[in-house]
């Protein structure tokens, strides 16, 4: 009987991505390179089409880098379709995934609605970073059938993909999840659902200190994000990763785990609500730890 639903559950041709930001063109667009049928939808048909102008201009540049052919770029393009009805864009979709602001009662709200609108059969997915799986999936009727999906961004190029099975979770329905990652070309770890997950928990760890090293003047951001990359490794220091995911969402982020955990190294350093204060949200506002 499991391999049954097993291969039931991985059997997915059509996948939604709500929310077209950030993250969910980036998302929608590994979905359609995979061969999904992609759709996209979102409430802000501007968002739309700024997303399928950054799909368009990665796919671009991946041909002139040669990584793929422009038949496969046209191809990928073609299967992405974008709709501002959420009903209409999730209603035959074997696979949703959210990807919307990273707030509690956004997603309770939207995974309402998507219960209501897509099939039995249906994978909801969320791409929180950080929030309750288990408090998102009771927000349905089919909890079982809700896993959390964490993309990291950019999504086209990071090779990660968190998967989080709470209490409720159907086996087959995680592992149908980590086959859809796999088919999109990444990597997948899977990480129990408790605040902040396995990436998030050590992620923010280190951003928050790194912060609070530029508050006390141990060195400059650049030569803190320098010695991350040249002395462990790491392809992107913690203050540059800080500013592309935006400093507004690491401060969202870090508060819910100080007061999920109770935990003193979670606490936000000054410099990080200061700079949030003050709009310096990194990249997307041309300015946080780095001038963009």
């Not at 209501?116 to 249906?122: E, I, K, P, R």
């Not at 089919?142 to 086996?171: C, T, W, Y």
């Given at each position: 009987?499991?391999?049954?639903?097993?291969n039931r559950e991985s059997k997915i041709r059509r996948?939604?991505?709500?929310?077209?930001?950030?993250?969910?063109?980036?998302?929608?667009?590994?979905?359609?390179?995979?061969?999904?049928?992609?759709?996209?939808?979102?409430?802000?048909?501007?968002?739309?089409?700024?997303?399928?102008?950054?799909?368009?201009?990665?796919?671009?540049?991946?041909?002139?880098?040669?990584?793929?052919?422009?038949?496969?770029?046209?191809?990928?393009?073609?299967?992405?379709?974008?709709?501002?009805?959420?009903?209409?864009?999730?209603?035959?979709?074997?696979?949703?995934?959210?990807?919307?602001?990273?707030?509690?009662?956004?997603?309770?709200?939207?995974?309402?609605?998507?219960?209501?609108?897509?099939?039995?059969?249906?994978?909801?997915?969320?791409?929180?970073?950080?929030?309750?799986?288990?408090?998102?999936?009771?927000?349905?009727r089919r909890p079982a059938r809700?896993?959390?999906?964490?993309?990291?961004?950019?999504?086209?190029?990071?090779?990660?993909?968190?998967?989080?099975?709470?209490?409720?979770?159907?086996?087959?329905?995680?592992?149908?999840?980590?086959?859809?990652?796999?088919?999109?070309?990444?990597?997948?770890?899977?990480?129990?659902?408790?605040?902040?997950?396995?990436?998030?928990?050590?992620?923010?760890?280190?951003?928050?200190?790194?912060?609070?090293?530029?508050?006390?003047?141990?060195?400059?951001?650049?030569?803190?994000?320098?010695?991350?990359?040249?002395?462990?490794?790491?392809?992107?220091?913690?203050?540059?990763?800080?500013?592309?995911?935006?400093?507004?969402?690491?401060?969202?982020?870090?508060?819910?785990?100080?007061?999920?955990?109770?935990?003193?190294?979670?606490?936000?350093?000054?410099?990080?609500?200061?700079?949030?204060?003050?709009?310096?949200?990194?990249?997307?506002?041309?300015?946080?730890?780095?001038?963009?």
């Amino acid at each position: 009987m499991e391999s049954q639903i097993t291969n039931r559950e991985s059997k997915i041709r059509r996948v939604a991505v709500v929310g077209a930001g950030t993250m969910g063109h980036g998302i929608a667009q590994v979905a359609a390179m995979a061969g999904y049928q992609t759709r996209l939808t979102d409430a802000s048909a501007a968002a739309l089409t700024a997303a399928m102008s950054r799909i368009a201009s990665n796919l671009t540049g991946a041909v002139n880098r040669s990584k793929i052919t422009q038949e496969d770029a046209d191809a990928a393009t073609a299967r992405i379709v974008t709709a501002a009805d959420l009903a209409a864009a999730v209603s035959d979709a074997d696979l949703v995934i959210e990807a919307v602001a990273e707030s509690l009662g956004v997603k309770e709200k939207l995974f309402q609605q998507l219960d209501a609108a897509v099939s039995d059969t249906a994978i909801l997915a969320t791409n929180t970073s950080s929030l309750s799986v288990t408090r998102i999936a009771n927000a349905t009727r089919r909890p079982a059938r809700v896993v959390g999906m964490h993309f990291f961004n950019p999504v086209h190029i990071m090779k990660l993909v968190e998967v989080i099975a709470h209490e409720q979770s159907d086996p087959a329905v995680v592992a149908a999840a980590r086959e859809a990652a796999g088919r999109m070309g990444k990597t997948t770890i899977l990480a129990r659902d408790t605040p902040g997950f396995a990436s998030s928990r050590l992620g923010v760890v280190l951003g928050l200190e790194a912060m609070r090293m530029v508050e006390q003047g141990v060195a400059s951001a650049a030569d803190i994000d320098t010695a991350m990359e040249l002395g462990y490794g790491h392809p992107m220091g913690p203050l540059r990763l800080t500013d592309l995911v935006g400093l507004d969402v690491r401060l969202d982020i870090a508060e819910y785990l100080h007061r999920e955990l109770r935990d003193p190294k979670f606490e936000p350093p000054r410099i990080l609500r200061d700079k949030v204060q003050r709009g310096e949200l990194g990249k997307k506002t041309k300015r946080g730890f780095y001038e963009w």
